[in-house]
């Protein structure tokens, strides 16, 4: 069964390189926006000390992006998303509504490993 990520319209193949792991700051966010044939997709990646994650970067409450209105959506421990446009909040690391406009909801998770050569790319560990 296909991950909710991979029914948009434009995302992109498993294997799609994204940026090199140096470039993401620890206990940071980064956004992106990948564009291929089919149009666009809105991508958040998430360095955290121990763990690297992705999710479309699409608030489920309007689909406006979560960084929208500023960059500032990691909480200070790292544990929580913001989205910039209604305060809904998010685990960082499974997605699930936290509070406000999240309850109830949860951001689509994308698969996101690093290669042998040090890219960040699309895709479940091999």
């Not at 140096?22 to 998430?46: M, Q, V």
């Not at 990691?74 to 999240?102: I, K, M, W, Y």
Request: glycine content about 12%.
């Amino acid at each position: 069964m296909a991950q909710a990520w991979q029914h948009y319209r434009s995302a992109p193949a498993p294997g799609t390189r994204l940026v090199r792991l140096e470039e993401l700051t620890p206990r940071d966010t980064h956004s992106l926006t990948l564009t291929g044939d089919k149009g666009s997709f809105p991508l958040l990646l998430i360095r955290l000390d121990d763990a690297l994650l992705g999710y479309v970067n699409a608030c489920p409450h309007q689909y406006l992006p979560l960084d929208q209105r500023g960059a500032r959506i990691l909480s200070r421990d790292g544990e929580q998303l913001r989205c910039s446009n209604h305060d809904a909040t998010f685990s960082v690391r499974t997605g699930e509504g936290l509070g406000g406009l999240g309850l109830g909801c949860a951001l689509d998770p994308v698969p996101v490993r690093v290669d042998e050569s040090g890219w960040v790319v699309i895709g479940a560990a091999t």
